[in-house]
C-alpha cells in the first residue's frame, strides 16, 4: 500500500527557516514524481512544485520559485519542503502528493506568528 | 501556465439529484503522448484531497461508479450521478499535462 506521512505541526516565527518532510512507503520512491501543495485557510489548492527523487529534477510554479526548495533523500524515501526565511503569508497547510496513482499526505500545518 | 477555470463556484443540490461541475482550460490539455491528463479531485472538510478520476474519465479504485468525467480538449466535466450526504465537500480538477501542473479554482457542493 502506497502511503506518504508528513511531519507534524510547526509553529515558527516570521525570518525563521524550517523543513518539512514527507516520508513515502509501499513502492519504488524513484520512480515517480512527488509534489507539494499549499492551501491556505479556507482557500484552494495551489501546486508549488515537483521532483523526481530519481535523478532529483525539480520544477516549481512561478509563484514559488525562489521562496522554497524541494528536495528528496532517496536514500530514506522522503522528500521535504523548506523555506529559509518564514513570513506570516506562509501559514497554511502543505501537502504533498504523489500524483500518480492519487497518493496524499495527511497534511503539515505551518502557522508563523510572531 | 495552464489556467482551469470551474463552474459554479458553488453548487446546492438535493439528495438524490444529479451534479454537473465544469472544468475549462485555457489551452488544449492533450499532451504530445496522446494522453490528456485532466483529474478531478474531492476534498471533504478536514481531509486531504482525494482522486476520483483521472485522464479525463478514468475512475481511479474505489470511486463509486456514481461518479463519472467527460470532455476533451480544453472543456471538461464531473458529473454525479444521484448526490448523497458523504459527496459534500470541494471539487477540483487539475491539469498533469503540462509543468507548472495547476488546478481549477474548486466547486463547493452542498446539500441543500
Redesign the interface.
Given at each position: 500500500e502506497v502511503q506518504l506521512v508528513q511531519s507534524g505541526a510547526e509553529i515558527k516565527k516570521p525570518g525563521e527557516s524550517l523543513k518539512i518532510s514527507c516520508k513515502a512507503s509501499g513502492y519504488n520512491f524513484t520512480e515517480y514524481w512527488i509534489?507539494w501543495?499549499r492551501q491556505m485557510p479556507g482557500k484552494?489548492?495551489?501546486?508549488m512544485?515537483?521532483i523526481y527523487p530519481g535523478d532529483s529534477e525539480s520544477?516549481?510554479?512561478?509563484s514559488f520559485q525562489g521562496q522554497v526548495t524541494i528536495s528528496a533523500d532517496k536514500s530514506i524515501s522522503t522528500a521535504y519542503l523548506q523555506w529559509s526565511s518564514l513570513k506570516a503569508s506562509d501559514s497554511a497547510m502543505y501537502?504533498c502528493?504523489r500524483?500518480?496513482?492519487?497518493s496524499?499526505?495527511?497534511?503539515t500545518l505551518v502557522t508563523v506568528s510572531s | 501556465d495552464i489556467v482551469l477555470t470551474q463552474t459554479p463556484p458553488s453548487s446546492p443540490v438535493t439528495l438524490g439529484q444529479p451534479a454537473s461541475i465544469s472544468c475549462r482550460s485555457s489551452q488544449s490539455l492533450v499532451h504530445n503522448d496522446g494522453n490528456t491528463y485532466l483529474n478531478w479531485l474531492q476534498q471533504r472538510p478536514g481531509q486531504p484531497p482525494r482522486l476520483l478520476i483521472y485522464k479525463v474519465s478514468k475512475r481511479f479504485s474505489g470511486v463509486p461508479d456514481r461518479f463519472s468525467g467527460s470532455g476533451a480538449g480544453t472543456a471538461f466535466t464531473l458529473k454525479i450521478s444521484r448526490v448523497e450526504a458523504e459527496d459534500v465537500g470541494v471539487y477540483y480538477c487539475m491539469q498533469a499535462t503540462q509543468f507548472p501542473q495547476t488546478f481549477g479554482g474548486g466547486t463547493k457542493l452542498e446539500i441543500k
Open positions: 509534489g501543495v484552494g489548492l495551489e501546486w512544485g515537483i520544477k516549481y510554479s512561478p501537502y502528493a500524483f500518480t496513482g492519487g496524499w499526505g495527511q497534511g | -
